[in-house]
């Protein structure tokens, strides 16, 4: 049992799931310091008030906190702007990497179909 244990984690699966829980983990609290640190902090020099959790409505005996709701709202936009931004960072570097093809591997690669369409 042990061995299979070890066949297991030693498995790239495994490996790679751990290594992207880690990376998540990480790159979670880099979204979230982004969002709070930054990104709040522009939206209380356009609103003026970094917080909105004590703005509240009261309903009787109770009250409903509309400002945490606002909070949330908040930060759930500007995490999916971070995100896309990030996103598109990745993609824009992954293309221009893959896309990288010289005017001389073209012509190169002109002649292998010229020559293989001869045949």
Do not use: C, H, W
Request: aromatic share 6%; charged share 25%.
């Amino acid at each position: 049992m042990l061995k299979e244990f070890r066949d297991f984690i030693i498995r790239g699966n495994a490996i790679d799931l751990a290594i992207a829980i880690v990376l998540g983990a990480a790159f979670g609290a880099v979204v979230t310091s982004l969002v709070d640190d930054i990104l709040m902090q522009i939206v209380a020099a356009i609103f003026g008030k970094p917080d909105f959790a004590t703005l509240t409505i009261p309903l009787g005996k109770a009250e409903i906190y509309v400002g945490r709701f606002i909070n949330t709202l908040i930060t759930l936009v500007l995490v999916g702007i971070a995100l896309f931004l990030v996103v598109k960072g990745i993609n824009r570097a992954r293309r221009s990497k893959d896309g990288d093809v010289t005017p001389e591997d073209t012509v190169l690669l002109r002649e292998i179909r010229d020559a293989l369409s001869e045949r």
